[in-house]
């Protein structure tokens, strides 16, 4: 099946059917647009003003774009493997809640320190909510597409009640205390929130490629994913190939959630991800299952969200058409590749 | 006798290849003609162009002396000729029937005519003596049977010249028996058979007559009782071709293997094991014969490491290495040469050189520092090792997906001959392969031998385990139920595969 959807999404190496499919988009949206009554042009030229129209709007476009990298990253690296985790969305609140934790409650550290530490621990949490499905694919055979979804509504609702009793800051608000100036993300490109984390984001992308195409490690993990059984008969271990993508995975989750704690809010606020995990399966695949697709794909969704925003401040159009855009060039270009994979894997 | 069909200068380019020129062939009524090339001869694209499927760049065909130009496969079909392709086109979750009529549906009005359409099905059976469920569902019949179903498909509607394009490549032994049963009914019936195939051994024992084909172009066209297997693979191939090899026999050799009381239980996917007890030596091959689905599968893996036995033990140079993992038998020498090459042998998407290096990437040279890939050695290994085994590829970073069977396996041979080999446990080896490559496989396989190795051969191919082998074992429903001389009569052979002891 990955191989399949690999097949289909390497079939050319131009990028011509994205581009495609991007126009496409757009040109129904302004269909929609204009029945509902709003003057595509003027929307658009919003958009894109509010997307990399200033220094401020590519800042808020790079902002937009880091988590979902983050979490674009760690469905690519389960995939290689064969793994389709899609609980990416648990691994990276729970990530994110670990981080504003750490973050708030260690004092005295110095400031690099604290962000390592921070970083790292959302990290291993977020490891570990993998670590769980991983072990019951590896042991029970358990499917994880259940298991992973499962753990990630398990995550919402733990971060929920944690952030509205036990670590619920003094207010009116469901968030946790702010994180200690000491373990924020220096902000690169102020006055937007674009922080240190986008950086980070990108060196991510570059240990992600180096790890499945220049280690053997990665190496492995690929033969598993495309052909477990051949794998296995050449000395290599399938479990543990698949525990380790796994792991991986989550923890680059869990580190996206702790960056947008420590970069962006500065605390754990209830409800703080528009459905990042959820974004990272389809940015993904949008980025061709390749580290560097992923941040070309990343900024693209980030230019949607950030010109979105900007095109309904500016011209009354709603954010909902932002939105149908996203989900436009998510249907033409991933959709068909999804669809593919889906049917593959059922008639496994 | 008759023509039932000629063609005469049929020729078709693709872009870069001429895959027919100007090919001359009469097919005669009720005859068996075998069409028989080696890979990438042109039998396929002569076939499929006939059936409509290409359109042919030069060329006359006539039908019951008839010229005909043919556009598609249903104007095919109404001039009848039906063709049976190697992958099957049929619905697994519809009945036998549904199928067969699929496409030429008998209605009244706008609903199908059950009972008229079964009674016709019928009648089709009874007429040809086949023998099938039509309210089956497709997915519940093994391969032999959803083939049968493919015949009917084309006989009901009308075919009178039927065309098999490698039918036997997806058949077990039996089932083969099986077909070559159906096509003699088929010709009984009054129909024409063209059957493609690369395997002498089948145009001999099916064919009336036989036209060669090499790179395109018509060697020739012989009556089968002309023929020799060594004149129809020479024309194949275009040089001799060795049938028979030189067994030398190691001054001092010594045991390498030993399996003692090995047993598989508990099985319900496969076979089981009973008390198998075997030495190979160094500078031998010891064959395994028997019918497919013996223990063949199951002693392999458990010889490589994939299954664990219940009892017994395998000492590999005096050392019991009964529950070693895969990886550590690789290392000590052992290598295999794995049957089902796509599933088990390489991963089809891969390049080339990756997979040169299954199962070796994690070692110096390929490794460097503590996890990189030395990409510098895995080159220059891959491009040595594409010279020295002659591997017909563009470059290393091909996909191996991407070349013919032959080569694919002479990745195969050279990765896992590719560190020092003691023992080599090779698993129908030259399964799927043209003559020239099987062949190939099998000098390597002697020479390997010939270096001090020993090998495990297990084969379905009898002539190729008798043509190698210095020792045979015949495995019968998990057991040795005996050992033969490579040149013991087949009669013996048979004997013992079918399970009766000498």
Not at chain 1, 50 to 70: C, D, N, R, Y
Not at chain 1, 71 to 79: E, H, I, K, M, N
Not at chain 1, 316 to 338: E, G, H, W, Y
Not at chain 2, 126 to 142: H, M, Q, S, V
């Amino acid at each position: 099946m990955l191989k399949k959807t690999l097949n289909y999404l390497d079939r050319s190496s131009s990028i011509l059917p994205e581009l495609i499919a991007i126009a496409l988009a757009f040109l129904i949206s302004a269909i929609i647009l204009l029945i509902t009554g709003y003057q595509p042009i003027r929307a658009f030229a919003a958009l894109f003003r509010g997307a990399f129209g200033s220094k401020f709007a590519v800042g808020q476009t790079l902002t937009q774009a880091t988590p979902i990298l983050f979490t674009s990253l760690s469905f690519l690296l389960a995939f290689r493997s064969g793994i389709f985790n899609i609980g990416i969305e648990g691994q990276f609140l729970i990530g994110a809640f670990a981080a504003a934790v750490v973050g708030s409650s260690i004092t005295g550290l110095p400031p690099i320190i604290h962000v390592i530490i921070s970083l790292a621990l959302g990290g291993l949490f977020g490891a570990l909510w993998g670590f769980i499905p991983a072990l019951l694919k590896i042991f029970t055979g358990a499917s994880e597409v259940i298991t992973t979804m499962m753990m990630s509504y398990i995550a919402s609702h733990l971060t929920s009640y944690l952030v509205n009793y036990r670590f619920k800051a003094p207010g009116w608000v469901a968030q946790t205390n702010p994180v200690q100036p000491s373990a924020i993300l220096v902000k690169i490109l102020p006055p937007t929130q674009l922080s240190v984390s986008f950086l980070i984001s990108l060196g991510f992308s570059l240990l992600v490629f180096y790890f499945l195409f220049k280690t053997y490690l990665g190496y492995q993990v690929c033969a598993v994913g495309l052909n477990p059984t051949a794998a296995e008969n050449r000395g290599i271990s399938v479990h543990s190939r698949i525990l380790m993508a796994f792991l991986l995975s989550a923890f680059v989750a869990g580190v996206g959630g702790a960056g947008e704690v420590l970069g962006v809010h500065g605390r754990f606020v209830e409800g703080f991800s528009p459905g990042y995990g959820w974004d990272g399966i389809a940015v993904s695949l949008v980025g061709r299952l390749h580290p560097f697709g992923c941040i070309i794909a990343s900024i693209l969704f980030g230019m949607l969200r950030a010109g979105g925003m900007s095109m309904t401040r500016s011209t009354k159009v709603p954010l909902d058409i932002s939105l149908i855009i996203q989900s436009l060039v998510i249907i033409l270009v991933a959709a068909p590749s999804f669809i593919k994979f889906v049917i593959l894997r059922r008639k496994n | 006798m008759n023509e039932a069909l000629a063609l005469y200068g049929f020729t078709k380019y693709f872009p870069g290849v001429l895959a027919n020129d100007h090919i001359d062939l009469t097919i005669n009524q009720g005859e068996i003609h075998g069409l028989l090339g080696e890979n990438g001869a042109g039998k396929s694209v002569l076939m499929s162009t006939l059936y409509g499927l290409y359109r042919p760049d030069a060329g006359k065909v006539f039908i019951r002396g008839q010229e005909v130009t043919i556009h598609s496969p249903a104007q095919a079909i109404t001039l009848g000729i039906g063709m049976v392709h190697q992958h099957f086109t049929l619905v697994e979750n519809m009945t036998v029937w549904e199928n067969i009529i699929l496409g030429k549906e008998l209605c009244r009005g706008f609903i199908l005519d059950k009972n008229r359409i079964i009674s016709e099905l019928q009648q089709l059976l009874d007429k040809t003596g086949f023998e099938i469920d039509l309210n089956a569902r497709i997915y519940e019949l093994p391969i032999g049977l959803q083939q049968r179903v493919e015949i009917l498909k084309i006989l009901y509607r009308g075919a009178d010249i039927l065309i098999f394009d490698e039918p036997t490549a997806v058949l077990t032994p039996q089932e083969v028996d099986q077909l070559f049963k159906t096509f003699r009914q088929l010709v009984q019936n009054g129909k024409t058979i063209i059957f493609i195939s690369h395997k002498l051994k089948e145009i001999f024992c099916i064919c009336d007559r036989v036209t060669v084909l090499r790179r395109g172009k018509k060697i020739g066209t012989l009556a089968i009782d002309e023929a020799t297997p060594e004149s129809l693979a020479e024309m194949m191939v275009g040089r001799k071709v060795l049938f028979s090899f030189e067994k030398l026999k190691a001054s001092q050799s010594e045991t390498i293997l030993s399996v003692k009381e090995l047993s598989l239980s508990g099985g319900k996917k496969h076979q089981n094991l009973h008390n198998v007890n075997f030495d190979i030596h160094t500078y031998e091959i010891l064959g395994v014969a028997g019918v497919e689905g013996n223990g063949q599968t199951e002693l392999v893996e458990i010889l490589v490491g994939l299954q664990k036995p219940q009892k017994g033990k395998i000492l590999y140079q005096k050392e019991d290495i009964t529950h070693f993992p895969p990886k550590k038998r690789i290392l000590m020498g052992i290598s295999h040469i794995p049957e089902d090459r796509p599933k088990r042998g390489m991963v089809p998407d891969f390049s080339v050189k990756d997979n040169l290096i299954l199962g070796f990437e994690d070692l110096p040279p390929f490794k460097r520092g503590l996890i990189s890939r030395n990409e510098v050695a895995i080159n220059q290994f891959s491009q040595t090792k594409i010279q020295e085994f002659d591997i017909a590829t563009p470059d290393e970073n091909t996909l191996i997906k991407n070349l013919s069977g032959g080569n694919q396996q002479k990745v195969v041979l050279a990765r896992e001959l590719s560190r020092d080999v003691k023992l080599a446990i090779a698993s129908q080896p030259t399964r799927g392969l043209d003559i020239a490559a099987s062949e190939y496989v099998r000098n390597k396989l002697i020479d390997l031998k010939n270096n001090g190795s020993g090998i495990l051969l297990v084969s379905a191919d009898l002539d190729e385990i008798r043509s190698i082998s210095d020792r045979v074992i015949v495995l019968y429903e998990g057991q040795i139920i005996g050992e033969l001389a490579p040149d013991a009569d087949e009669y013996q052979y048979g004997l013992l595969m079918g399970g009766t002891a000498c």
